[in-house]
């Protein structure tokens, strides 16, 4: 074998990254716009509270949304409905606890059916989601300051 046909049956062994690269990249890409729907919830505008709610071991989420729709979990419900539904989880689950989610905007008289439903499905843990305050100053009640005088 001649040194000219041994040069020509030399093989190649370098892995070429550029294409493996270029296959990441668009992967992440892709991954970093799906991400963000994967987890779509109900946008709500939920009061806020300073005090916090019941945590029992299992749970149903009421949501109320600005137009009225009523959820069970991410499953739109009408009244009648939900209690149905409600008793159903309660025979599978006795210490069920439902957490209401309701619109700031929402009627109050909505708010009180959806509770009522719930407590006629027989569940007495009844907790409602809200949002945690702003990191403010409270205002001081303009009777107390009446009261002690501007000199406290």
Known sequence: ????????????AE??????????????VI???????LHRGLDLKLPT???NSIRPDERVVVTVE???????EKD????????????????????????LRADRTVAYGTVVQ???????AGIEKLGMVTDAPAEERVAESPLRSRIQGPNR
């Open 1 to 12: 074998m001649t040194p000219i046909e041994a040069r020509r049956r030399r093989f190649l």
């Open 15 to 28: 892995i070429n990254v550029i294409p493996l690269v270029d296959v990441v990249l668009v992967l992440l």
């Open 31 to 37: 991954f970093m716009v799906t991400a963000p729907m």
């Open 49 to 51: 509270s300073t005090s």
């Open 66 to 72: 600005r137009d009225q729709k009523i959820y069970l």
């Open 76 to 99: 739109l419900v009408g009244v009648g409905q939900l209690e149905q539904r409600l008793r159903a989880h309660k025979a599978r689950h006795p210490d069920v606890a439902v957490y």
């Open 114 to 120: 959806v509770m009522d439903g719930v407590k006629r």
